[in-house]
């Protein structure tokens, strides 16, 4: 159990720092002690089969837990503990500090209202800017997300683009307040696998080029060994493994894990030996 990031990040530079969070949902126990940690500049992942609990970890976060509910432990971002919080000061720091996407685009996205109306509303609402500044701000954030002439793309509706385009176009309005942290639950299970792979190294570059902490939620290692820097792996809501994606995916420790890696394609574990 040990990685780039083994000795936490630091809480006070805008890391996550999850300790023994607890879940029960009924009679149900769905994260049962899960500590995790995502740092900013690093695609922090966590794997694990369905069912195992990722989403629900990745909802809690967001304070989108189902009502009723039971939580337990800590979620420590920044300076602030986020189990407890108000929902005054919750509202505040989702959207503008710690922004989601999913594995479906349209669900971010009103399909009547046109991508500019959509993102200039969006910021406007976090920054309290200027119309024009709003528009300018939302021409190039699709421009940094490498939407084919933004202009335009302004002008249209969600059901005018491709999933790889609506998943970017999902990507820029959460990036639109440049929150510190984005949670990219299954972010590209529904594309074809080209497509895919330009999602993957948008979200790379974020990560390098402005610094944001991701946390990558998804079932598929082939994606994670693309990449995360670190991998947690879940089982029915308990961490059974956390190191550096290498020694995740090269030298798994618990059987589960491994079980997980047999089940790769080979080229995945040539690739990540040579890498
Ligand atoms: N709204 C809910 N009410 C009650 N139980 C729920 C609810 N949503 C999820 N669960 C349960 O919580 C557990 C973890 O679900 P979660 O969606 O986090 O898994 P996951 O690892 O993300 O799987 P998948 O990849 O299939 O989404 C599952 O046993 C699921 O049945």
Redesign the pocket.
Known sequence: MSGPNSAGPDASTGGLVISGLE?R??S?T??DGVDFTAAPGQVSGLA????????????TIMGL??AG?VLGGSIRFGDSELIGLADKQRNRLRGRHIAMVSQDPSTALHPMISIGAQLTDHLRHHLRIRRTDALQRATDLLGEVRVPDPGAALRRYPHQFSGGQLQRIAIASALACEPELLIA??PTTALDVTVQAGILRLLRRLCDDRGIGIVL???DLGVMSALADTITV?R??SVVEHGSRYQVINDPQHPYTRSLIDALPDRIAAEEGTS
């Open positions: 879940l949902i009924g149900a769905v994260l694990g089969e369905s069912g195992s609990g990722k989403t629900m970890t990745g909802m837990q189902p509910a639950d299954e939620i998804t079932h879940l029915s809501g």
